[in-house]
């Protein structure tokens, strides 16, 4: 606290106390930080990567490092990072930095790890410059983290065209902490809960329902007002344009961190720390063979849909092309398909489509563009009757109402329904996600791609369908198959949200 209060530049808070506690204890083990970074050196040089940072006396104070591994993986799935750190894991109070992606089985994996003498701008700044280095100089689509300021501030520098979002859980809790004893028992009115729809009103330009809330609530004003102004970094969670992986939270990497924590504590070396990274990342590449074997088990859920109800060319071009995980999700929703939906009214046209959209989409409606056709599909399930809308655009990419599997980029029941109810509706892999292709999808050219597989029509980057064969058709362009290097932008991604292409 001594030298907190020596220098007035810095606040006396909790990360300025961890900053200035891991200075200070930096020289009790002058052996450690060698040993560490010869742990690190081993594990990259088969062609990963290390950055380092020395104070003037030459002390190694910042490690930043990325396997071989790592690299690939940062690279294939990196649409979508999430960041966190912890401190207090080591003797030296260092904080421990982990970036994650999920992986096309939806496994988080993490993709780089940093031990620093402190959590600044600057070395954010450091951290992520050599992350975007590994990555071909490509950003991320969506950055998931905390509040903190400082990460905050390096993201809109290194990452400017990425969603830099913030964590739904971190701000619903700092919501209640900071006004549990402001509001009281008013807290239980789910006060935290409404400030999503009354956000989300004033991004198409209704800030009446945000000044009502604070009408009622005039003791939260001040607080709310901070957060309000900060929407653009979490508001775009209600809308299911983006591809997120459907993340929200970076609940993700804070399981990583969970698990740092029963394995390392304030007794813990850099070398420890360094070594438990090494083993994290063995078993990383492990993941892939457990989950083979899990899925030849035998089968605990719903059975396959028969080929009758969807084309077999539909089924095995996603054996080829998807992934395990996301193929089986949408398989269980094929059967849900057929098991509890059914036409509830055809299409829906005139008056009624333009009051349908309007109250169905209320605060994405602005941002929708291209819809050729409404279609309406009924659920009954479990006793219960629901009816949705599924909207068709140019391109041939499609939104559910019910927005289920919308940030996940997938199909949800209600569409497959869609499709065995209107020849409209059609499916090919392009309208998915580049995140959920298999491995063996990845390495092959499209053009010898399995027939079955191969899409029909691309999605064009004026985004309307056209056929491949050289049909007519609305668009130009090459798609996400063409060798020019066009890209297919999944669920008419760019006239509605920043995505990224097939290349």
């Known amino acids: 606290m001594k030298a907190l209060h020596e220098d007035s530049d810095i606040d006396i808070n909790k990360r300025a106390v961890q900053n200035a506690a891991a200075t200070v204890h930096g020289a009790e083990k002058p052996r450690d930080a060698a040993d560490a970074y010869e742990e690190v050196m081993a594990a990259t040089a088969d062609g990963g990567l290390c950055e380092i940072k ?99 501030a390096a993201v809109r520098e290194v990452f400017p065209d ?156 996603c054996e080829f092309s998807i992934a395990g995980w996301p193929r089986r999700f949408m398989e269980q929703e094929m059967t849900a398909a057929i098991m509890f939906c059914q036409m509830g009214g055809g299409e829906a046209d005139g008056p009624e489509r333009a009051a349908a959209l309007g109250r169905t989409f209320e605060y994405i409606e602005g941002k929708l563009c291209g819809v050729i056709y409404v279609f309406r599909i009924h659920e009954q399930r479990d006793g219960k009757a629901f009816d949705y809308l599924i909207l068709l655009f140019s391109d041939g990419s499609n939104l559910c109402q019910c927005r289920t599997l919308q940030t996940l980029g997938l199909f949800c029941r209600h569409v497959w329904a869609a499709m065995m109810h209107s020849p409209r509706f059609r499916f090919h892999v392009g309208l998915l996600h580049e995140h959920w292709l298999t491995e063996k999808a990845r390495g092959t050219p499209q053009q010898d791609w399995p027939d079955v597989a191969r899409p029909r029509w691309v999605v064009s980057n004026r985004h309307a369908a056209r056929e491949v064969d050289g ?20 669920l008419g991604a760019a006239r509605r949200c920043r995505r990224s292409c097939w290349t």
């Open 54 to 152: 020395m104070d003037d006396s030459g002390r190694l104070t910042h490690i930043w490092w990325q396997t071989r591994e790592q690299v690939v993986l940062w690279n294939r799935y990196g649409h979508v990072a999430l960041y966190d750190d912890t401190a207090v894991k080591n003797r030296y109070r260092m904080p421990l930095g982990v970036l994650a992606v999920i992986d096309s089985e939806y496994r988080t994996r993490i993709v780089g790890q940093s031990i620093t003498a402190d959590t600044t701008t600057d070395t954010f700044l450091w951290m992520l410059k050599s992350a975007l280095e590994s990555r071909g100089g490509k950003q991320p689509d969506i950055f998931i983290q905390d509040a903190d300021a400082a990460m905050t």
């Open 162 to 317: 990425a969603l830099a979002r913030r964590c739904l859980w971190h701000l619903n809790q700092n919501i209640i902490k900071a006004l549990a004893k402001v509001l009281g028992g008013e807290m239980k009115t789910a006060f935290h809960g409404r400030v999503q729809v009354c956000a989300s009103a004033a991004v198409i330009g209704k800030e009446r329902k945000f000044n009502a809330l604070i009408e009622k609530h005039p003791k939260a004003e001040k607080y709310m007002r901070v957060v309000y102004d900060d929407r653009a970094r979490w508001v775009e969670y209600v809308s299911p344009l983006v591809f997120s992986v459907g993340l929200w939270t970076t609940s993700s990497v804070e399981g990583q961190n969970a698990l740092i924590k029963d394995k390392c504590n304030s007794r813990s070396s850099l070398l420890d720390v360094a070594t438990y990274f090494s083993g994290i990342i063995r078993s990383q590449k492990d993941a892939p063979m457990l989950r083979d074997a899990i899925d030849h088990l035998p089968p605990n859920r719903m059975v396959a849909p028969p080929a009758t109800a969807f084309k077999k060319s539909v089924l095995e071009s």
């Open 471 to 490: 049909a007519a058709g609305e668009g130009e362009g090459g798609g996400w198959g063409d060798a020019a290097g066009g890209g297919s932008l999944s």
